[in-house]
């Protein structure tokens, strides 16, 4: 069998891989087989597409996409809130500046975000603490202990332990959160459906 490529759009061919290439991206995503018969046949490479058996796990997956563009923007905000939380308090001379402005934000981020986290659900939670996790590289209960001490996060540990949560969970792209990273890939593409 042949392989050709079409390509749409004008690019220069990469020396080292072979495939077109269009300001760094791959833009190799149709072609076409020739058969040896003669026939040819059209090839599109496409993202995965999930069927469900059940009804209830298209209702599960429905939850999880709804819930799920609740929290990412959060994420994205720890993200960028902890980037300039760490530079600002490191750029601070002593430990007492450092403790100072360390309340402040915390009271700052508290009056801020405690209305939106007391609506939100226990599973919103879940997602939310393991996309925390993925957006920092870093745990919930590392964040806390790194900022507030082992015992504040200990007791944090604890309360979320009660209500089914724990801040130790680490994000699992391969295994348990596939479908979490799923949602980011279609979320960062424009193609998440709105349910």
Known sequence: ???????????????????????????????????????????????RVYCFSKPMDMSRHRKLVRDFRKVYPLSLVAKETMAGFEEELLALPT????????????????????????????SQGKILVRLIDRETEMTSYQIVKE?????????????ARLFGHDLKDEYDALERDRMI???????????????
């Open 95 to 122: 430990r007492k500046a450092q403790r100072e402005f360390s309340r402040r934000t915390e009271k700052s981020l508290v009056s801020q975000y405690t209305p939106t986290l007391k609506r939100m659900t226990v």
């Open 147 to 159: 900022f507030r001490g082992g015992f504040v996060a200990g007791f944090w540990q604890g309360i």
């Open 181 to 195: 990273e799923q949602c980011i890939l279609m979320y960062n593409a424009g193609l998440l459906p709105e349910y």
């Open 1 to 47: 069998m042949i392989f050709a490529a079409v390509h749409t759009v004008e690019g220069k061919r990469n020396s080292k891989t072979g495939k077109m290439q269009y300001s760094g991206r791959d833009v190799s995503h149709y072609g076409f087989v020739i058969g040896p018969a003669g026939d040819t046949i059209t090839v599109v490479n496409m993202n």
